[in-house]
């Protein structure tokens, strides 16, 4: 009897296993619903994005081949926008993984250029989606709108630690109501 309660006090002081959920990307995604505005609600601490403070970013353009334009911009510390515009292309089989590269189109040819961009969740209205990899190195919340109601955001965020990314490193770039 002692070793089962000493068993439940351990189990219990370890807390309950998180739920696994699998890091993969959405089974379907229209780009055409998913073109348009997004606000970055958060991020994983990213080199390109070191001089990001706020108001960033992403436009999503469809283009006549079948790719999306991508344009990310931020405003940076000294109050200067800055961006950057690059191009997303589909995997084929998987409608929710992209790749996407900013690196000029005559390097298009070498695949350390392209970068996975997964579609992890996504708001059926898409009104919000949470974008990462499978190396969960990356990771974005976006919101068509500036800002985020914080139980929505606190649930994508256990969701996003349930796919094993860790969000305790999460940045915020936009306010949570």
């Known amino acids: 009897m002692l070793v089962a309660l000493l068993s439940l ?12 959920l699998p890091n993969r990307p959405v089974a379907r995604l229209d780009l055409q619903r998913y073109s348009g505005h997004w606000y970055e609600i958060a991020h994983l601490p990213q ?6 403070v706020d108001t960033i970013t992403a436009t999503y353009t469809p283009q006549p081949d079948g790719t999306l334009q ?8 000294d109050g200067r ?3 950057v515009t690059g191009v997303a292309r589909t995997v084929a089989g998987q409608p929710g993984a992209l790749q996407v590269r900013f690196a000029p189109r005559w390097l298009t040819w070498l695949p350390a250029v392209w970068g996975d961009y997964w579609v992890l969740d996504l708001d059926p209205g898409y ?5 990462g990899g499978p190396s969960r190195k ?6 068509r709108a500036p800002a985020m109601d914080r139980a929505l955001f ?11 990314y860790p969000v305790d490193r ?8």
């Open 9 to 20: 006090a351990i189990a219990a002081g370890n807390g309950a296993a998180a739920p696994h």
């Open 47 to 52: 080199y390109f994005q070191r001089q990001c």
């Open 70 to 77: 991508v344009r990310n911009a931020c405003r940076r510390n």
């Open 81 to 83: 926008i800055s961006a």
């Open 127 to 131: 009104q919000w989606a949470v974008v």
């Open 138 to 143: 990356s990771l974005w919340v976006l919101s």
């Open 154 to 164: 606190e649930r994508l965020e256990a969701d996003a630690r349930a796919r094993g």
């Open 170 to 177: 999460l940045v915020l770039a936009a306010p949570l109501r």
